[in-house]
């Protein structure tokens, strides 16, 4: 295990690797400046996203020879976290794009599927996705929508229940029945170009918090181009990486935001301890404890991590035990981030509850909560429960 991983786990907010490091100074220099603005305006958080691309973030997951970063899923949890620190929807559009563009370096074998990857390496295309639905909601595994394939063009209709900056995006990934006769698991995974591509807004997003993400829900309308489709069935996709780095990016966003809220509660008892030399501040016993909780949340992810890379290498991601191990780290990093937000709160004190103060937790507390539903943390308690009912170990 490399020192940088190691100091990954254990070390405090700081930026180790390469990746990691140009998310860190993107956070520093830009989302987090940027990141009340975007939050009171719920809008795009647009310097962010072009200081990526100048970064070249979003192609870090791409393999070296499709023109990407070669970067592993533990440097993109670490760049995530990082940027989460400082500014949730930034981090969350460069976490939604790369699963996207992981699952076209794993998936997307088909020659033009190979070609479109080099293009958003090539270009930073931002890749968005609207894999939720009105009428089944998280669960992804099932669609109402089918591809309609015997005319040309192809067409598909979705009710897409939510599309992350998908006004933005520069294509949108999703998944349909193969055709409206197809059962509802039998899938198929495709790319829309966003010149092929109509968004009618369904609903706003006017959020409690994570308002920079600009998920409205749409009524997306597309012509769809047969090399396209994945060769792959979304249900082998989504078991084999998508899944699995979908539960890891995310979690990486949360525990960015605990820590974002830890740094503040931090600042607050060093100021207080520089003004009473000598004495201990009351909240920085409170500050220690959250520490170790910290500790604790990036321990677990970035053991994720080495776990899927290694799973991902011997290609044996249909195991029962990681996807109880992933909802869990999910559910867990939401909560964290949710109960450090809070924590933080108690040891700023009024500083921290009023709005206008550099100690406030006003967007960290609203961003918090959105990760205790995207996707719902009772869901996966509940899809755990099922499989350790008829598993004979924990
Ligand atoms: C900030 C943000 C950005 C998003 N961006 C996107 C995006 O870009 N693309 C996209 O496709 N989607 C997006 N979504 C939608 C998201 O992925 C989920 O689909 C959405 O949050 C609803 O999923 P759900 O399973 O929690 O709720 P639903 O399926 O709508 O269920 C509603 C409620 O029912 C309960 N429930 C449901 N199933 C169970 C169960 N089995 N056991 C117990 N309780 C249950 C839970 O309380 C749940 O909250 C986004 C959501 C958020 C918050």
């Not at 290498?313 to 559910?331: H, P, S, W, Y």
Request: glycine fraction near 8%.
């Amino acid at each position: 295990m490399n020192r940088e991983v190691i100091d990954g786990i254990v070390g405090s907010s700081e930026a180790q690797g390469e990746w990691e490091r140009r998310a860190w100074a993107i956070g520093v220099e830009v989302a987090g400046p940027n990141s009340d603005d975007v939050d009171r305006a719920a809008r795009y958080p647009r310097e962010a996203v072009d200081a990526m691309r100048e970064a070249r973030l979003l192609s870090a997951i791409l393999p070296e020879d499709l023109g990407g970063g070669g970067a592993s899923c533990a440097d993109l949890v670490g760049a995530v976290r990082a940027l989460a620190t400082h500014c949730a929807s930034s981090a969350l559009v460069l976490a939604m794009h790369s699963i996207e563009a992981f699952n076209l370096a794993r998936h997307g074998t088909s020659p033009q599927l190979r070609e479109f990857t080099r293009e958003v390496a090539s270009k930073q295309l931002l890749l968005a996705n609207a894999n939720s639905e009105v009428g089944v909601g998280g669960d992804v595994g099932r669609s109402i929508c089918a591809l309609v394939t015997d005319s040309e063009p192809w067409t598909l209709e979705k009710q897409a229940l939510a599309i992350s900056y998908g006004e933005w995006a520069d294509a949108v990934l999703t998944m349909a029945r193969r055709s409206p006769e197809a059962a509802e698991t039998d899938q198929v995974y495709v790319v829309i170009r966003k010149s092929d591509v109509t968004l009618e807004p369904l609903s706003d997003w006017d959020t409690l918090g994570l308002r920079g993400t600009c998920s409205r829900g749409y009524l997306l309308k597309a012509k769809v181009d047969p090399g396209l489709v994945f060769p792959t069935p979304f249900a082998t996709i989504a078991n084999d990486g998508a899944g699995q780095v979908r539960q890891l990016l995310l979690s990486a966003v949360w525990v960015g935001i605990a820590e974002g809220a830890l740094l503040k509660a931090h600042s607050f008892v060093r100021a207080a301890a520089r003004r009473a030399i000598g004495t201990v501040p009351p909240g920085a016993r409170r500050v220690s404890e959250m520490a170790g909780q910290i500790q604790a949340g990036r321990s677990l992810l970035v053991t994720s991590a080495l776990r899927l890379s290694t799973l991902l290498d011997t290609g044996d991601l249909e195991n029962q035990g990681f996807t109880i191990a992933l909802r869990n780290l999910k559910v867990t990093t939401s909560t964290l981030g949710v109960n450090i937000a809070k924590e933080a709160l108690e040891v700023c004190g009024i500083m921290g509850y009023k709005r206008d103060t550099p100690y406030s937790l006003d967007r960290i507390i609203r961003d918090a909560h959105g990760g205790l539903i995207m996707v719902s943390n009772d869901r996966y308690l509940h899809d755990n429960a099922q499989l350790l009912l008829i598993s004979k170990r924990l």
